[in-house]
């Protein structure tokens, strides 16, 4: 009974740890809408725009601005983060850059 308790938890903490290495999480249902706005002139020469996007934190889907950012190195290009479906879930892909 005792080794049961054991391995369901491992597998509980593997499964957990596997999502967050994939720097995702998934969830049967989609995303609201993206929400649209005036994004402004960049607050200095060589800022890009980063896109806002819903986050699913503790259950609830919280808006997560976007903002400018100066890239980390020259020629690097930010991939956006977006909710994916992906069979019968919806799968987070977080932004990074390339």
């Known amino acids: 009974m005792r080794n049961r308790f054991l391995v369901t938890v491992l597998v509980a903490a593997g499964a957990v ?11 049967t249902y989609g995303p609201p809408p993206p929400r649209y706005a005036v994004v402004g002139v960049a607050p200095g020469p ?5 896109d806002g996007f819903w986050d699913l934190r503790s259950g609830h889907w919280i808006w997560v601005q976007g903002r400018w950012v100066r890239p980390p190195r020259v020629g690097a290009v930010y991939v956006r983060p977006e909710w994916r479906r992906e069979g019968s879930h919806w799968n987070f892909h977080r932004g990074y850059w390339r």
């Open 46 to 50: 060589g800022y890009i725009w980063t």
């Open 17 to 27: 740890l596997g999502g967050c290495a994939r720097g995702g999480a998934f969830v």
